[in-house]
């Protein structure tokens, strides 16, 4: 292979464009390597949220569907578009599967407990979803059905999980069934860095009614910190046990579309349950240890850069720290979690501290030790690495913060560059969706409050030839999308598109 035509494709996670602003921890930071990258090389906008990679319109773009449709070349059917489409054509309402629970629940006097992030954050879930399957089960004659209400305060903005509490008991009101037994905090209940402790307290509360006893859903939120650490609590109606534990014969669906946050609670409940006969469904397919059933399966993700790499005999190293390090693998491969022979996958692990706030830069130094030591590997034609710090310090919903995580990034691009040049090699940047650049919300009052999370704005994308390679004219095609970044790849690396592919480079 040609010297010149290996590369380094960097996804800078949560990375969107939008004016500069006040609110924008992008354009206020100081990012002078970035900012000479994209007046000096060429760059483009790209599309990163909504149809364009396979989320309903409008939908804020995330890091899982970012970095699948990063690795397919192509958009993707989202497991929520998925999941909306039967809802519109009566699909889920007739699904056997949901059916025969459901039947077999009336039969047998059995409860159904539905678990999952209630907002419309649409990241990990939609609350609407909920409100379907309570009308499902009362249609089917379920005779009680539990809400275990994960609160959400990051998809979201923080201090509104009281209003999704208060819609789904009007969404329960309206089905005709439906209570919330369990209100928790999503930094217990959607736990990945698998800490057994948090997992283990929303287990409890869940499975046996153990948790801060409160007197109602909304007392669980008094004189908390945020909506994401919300204790887990148990709404104790009489003095006698709480009534939403889940009892022999009993079913729980869990209505998280995105598997990645619920599965570690998943796996600890179904081995915590395994005595007591409970029948144990998913709203979406998840990557769980149990199997377990979903009513609504996955699009097929295949044909995508990892499978090209492998067949033009391509070796690829991945590199990300613990938070992103599913990212740039599995998703990446869509959704596939072989390690091929021509792939190296490097997880950077450190200390992470409990708040992001406190230490903007993360790992990162280690993330560019490692992409630098990849780089200068003859063998390596491809180093794919997300630096994770926009994104992961931006959902602390603290601007200053993010500033500083932006300004680490900046630095740590401009070492990257730099090994790049050294080694030969061209780098290819992009965002996987917004976030940073969009750190406030409008609320109800006409004001704007502090937000965290994913925006519909484009994404940048960045070419920086090799010192002796291959140049493109002075811009980047327009009107792209995150599907055009494997195709564009594959151009710099001599390929052209995979036959699956529908995106074209941008070269
Ligand atoms: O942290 C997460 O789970 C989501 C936001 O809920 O962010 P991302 O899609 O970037 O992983
Ligand atoms: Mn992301
Ligand atoms: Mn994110």
């Given at each position: 292979?040609?010297?010149?035509?290996?590369?380094?494709?960097?996804?800078?996670?949560?990375?969107?464009?939008?004016p500069?602003?006040?609110?924008?921890?992008?354009?206020?930071?100081?990012m002078?390597d970035i900012d000479?990258?994209?007046?000096?090389r060429?760059?483009?906008?790209?599309?990163?949220?909504?149809?364009?990679?396979?989320?309903?319109?409008?939908?804020?773009?995330?890091s899982?569907?970012?970095?699948?449709?990063?690795g397919?070349?192509?958009p993707?059917?989202?497991?929520s578009?998925?999941?909306?489409?039967?809802?519109?054509t009566g699909?889920?309402?007739?699904?056997?599967?949901?059916?025969?629970?459901?039947?077999?629940?009336?039969?047998?006097?059995r409860a159904?407990?539905?678990?999952?992030l209630?907002s419309d954050?649409?990241?990990?879930?939609?609350?609407?979803?909920l409100?379907?399957?309570?009308?499902?089960?009362?249609?089917?004659?379920?005779?009680?059905?539990w809400?275990?209400?994960?609160?959400?305060?990051?998809d979201?903005?923080?201090?509104?999980?009281a209003?999704?509490?208060d819609?789904?008991?009007?969404?329960?009101?309206?089905?005709?069934?439906?209570?919330?037994?369990?209100v928790?905090?999503?930094?217990?209940?959607l736990?990945k860095?698998?800490?057994?402790?948090?997992?283990g307290?929303?287990m409890?509360?869940?499975?046996?009614?153990?948790g801060?006893?409160?007197?109602?859903?909304?007392?669980?939120?008094?004189?908390q910190?945020?909506?994401v650490?919300?204790p887990?609590?148990?709404?104790?109606?009489?003095?006698?046990?709480?009534?939403?534990?889940?009892g022999q014969?009993?079913?729980?669906?869990?209505?998280?579309?995105?598997?990645?946050?619920?599965?570690q609670?998943?796996?600890?409940?179904?081995?915590?349950l395994?005595?007591r006969?409970?029948?144990?469904l998913s709203?979406?397919?998840y990557?769980?240890?149990a199997?377990?059933?979903?009513l609504?399966?996955?699009?097929?993700?295949?044909?995508?850069?990892?499978?090209?790499?492998?067949?033009?005999?391509?070796?690829?190293?991945?590199?990300?720290?613990?938070?992103?390090?599913?990212?740039?693998?599995?998703?990446?491969?869509?959704?596939?979690?072989?390690?091929?022979?021509?792939?190296?996958?490097?997880?950077i692990?450190g200390?992470?501290?409990?708040?992001?706030?406190?230490?903007?830069?993360?790992?990162?130094p280690l993330v560019?030790?490692?992409?630098t030591?990849a780089?200068?590997?003859?063998d390596?034609?491809?180093?794919?690495?997300?630096l994770?710090?926009?994104?992961?310090v931006g959902h602390t919903g603290?601007?200053?913060?993010?500033?500083?995580?932006?300004?680490h990034?900046?630095?740590?691009v401009?070492r990257?560059?730099?090994?790049?040049?050294e080694?030969?090699r061209?780098?290819?940047?992009?965002?996987?969706?917004?976030?940073?650049?969009?750190?406030?919300?409008?609320?109800?009052?006409?004001?704007?409050?502090?937000?965290?999370?994913?925006t519909?704005n484009?994404?940048?994308?960045?070419?920086?030839p090799?010192?002796?390679?291959?140049?493109?004219?002075?811009?980047?095609?327009?009107?792209?999308?995150?599907?055009d970044?494997?195709?564009?790849?594959?151009?710099?690396?001599?390929?052209?598109?995979?036959?699956?592919?529908?995106g074209?480079?941008l070269?």
């Amino acid at each position: 292979m040609n010297l010149a035509s290996r590369g380094i494709l960097l996804v800078l996670d949560g990375w969107g464009h939008a004016p500069p602003g006040p609110a924008n921890a992008l354009s206020r930071a100081a990012m002078p390597d970035i900012d000479s990258l994209i007046a000096e090389r060429p760059s483009t906008l790209v599309q990163a949220s909504g149809e364009a990679v396979g989320l309903l319109p409008g939908t804020v773009g995330n890091s899982e569907i970012g970095h699948m449709v990063i690795g397919a070349g192509r958009p993707l059917p989202y497991d929520s578009l998925l999941v909306q489409r039967q809802i519109e054509t009566g699909a889920l309402a007739d699904h056997p599967l949901l059916n025969e629970v459901c039947a077999k629940l009336a039969a047998t006097g059995r409860a159904l407990h539905l678990v999952g992030l209630c907002s419309d954050g649409q990241i990990h879930a939609h609350v609407d979803h909920l409100r379907e399957l309570l009308r499902i089960a009362a249609s089917s004659g379920v005779p009680a059905v539990w809400i275990h209400a994960i609160t959400d305060g990051r998809d979201v903005g923080d201090g509104t999980a009281a209003g999704y509490l208060d819609l789904v008991e009007k969404f329960a009101a309206e089905a005709g069934t439906g209570r919330i037994a369990t209100v928790i905090g999503r930094g217990y209940a959607l736990d990945k860095s698998g800490d057994l402790e948090l997992t283990g307290a929303a287990m409890r509360a869940i499975a046996d009614g153990v948790g801060v006893g409160v007197a109602r859903a909304r007392d669980a939120l008094d004189g908390q910190r945020s909506d994401v650490w919300v204790p887990p609590s148990v709404i104790v109606e009489a003095e006698d046990t709480p009534p939403g534990v889940v009892g022999q014969g009993d079913a729980i669906l869990f209505t998280n579309f995105r598997s990645d946050r619920i599965q570690q609670l998943a796996d600890a409940l179904v081995t915590h349950l395994a005595a007591r006969d409970v029948t144990v469904l998913s709203l979406a397919r998840y990557d769980t240890r149990a199997a377990i059933p979903p009513l609504v399966d996955r699009a097929d993700a295949s044909g995508g850069l990892a499978d090209e790499l492998e067949r033009h005999g391509l070796r690829s190293v991945r590199i990300a720290e613990g938070e992103k390090f599913e990212h740039v693998t599995y998703y990446l491969n869509g959704r596939d979690d072989r390690v091929r022979a021509v792939e190296e996958h490097v997880r950077i692990t450190g200390d992470d501290p409990p708040d992001y706030r406190s230490r903007p830069e993360m790992n990162l130094p280690l993330v560019v030790d490692a992409v630098t030591e990849a780089a200068r590997r003859a063998d390596v034609a491809l180093v794919v690495a997300n630096l994770a710090n926009i994104d992961v310090v931006g959902h602390t919903g603290d601007a200053e913060a993010t500033v500083a995580a932006a300004e680490h990034t900046d630095a740590a691009v401009g070492r990257i560059c730099a090994a790049a040049g050294e080694t030969g090699r061209w780098v290819l940047l992009v965002g996987d969706h917004g976030n940073a650049e969009q750190m406030t919300r409008p609320d109800a009052d006409g004001g704007l409050r502090p937000y965290g999370g994913h925006t519909t704005n484009p994404v940048p994308l960045v070419y920086v030839p090799a010192p002796h390679g291959r140049s493109a004219g002075g811009e980047l095609k327009s009107e792209g999308t995150l599907a055009d970044v494997a195709p564009t790849v594959l151009a710099l690396l001599g390929h052209p598109p995979g036959a699956a592919m529908t995106g074209r480079s941008l070269l």
